[in-house]
């Protein structure tokens, strides 16, 4: 059984932003013991009846290496 837990200290930024008619949730996440991935960026909206999630994680190594890529392609998420 995989259990999720959210630890308030693991959460590094949030940011909403206004597109058109929907608003967008934006994290910033550092989670050392997510089996993900300890970076992980997350952009959520709702449109109607569905919720949109869209997320990004990457291990020590990938973040180094491609930070600004990921950061970029949560950036242009867009419904």
Known sequence: MLLSRY?????LET????????????YVLETPFAL???HNLAKATAKGNT???FVVS??????????????AMLDSFEV
């Open 7 to 11: 630890d308030p200290d693991e959460l």
């Open 15 to 26: 940011k909403v932003e206004k597109r058109g008619d929907l608003t967008y949730y934006n």
């Open 36 to 38: 993900t991935g300890s």
């Open 51 to 53: 919720v949109v999630l």
């Open 58 to 71: 990457a291990n020590d190594k990938q973040w180094q290496a491609n930070q600004k890529t990921l950061k």
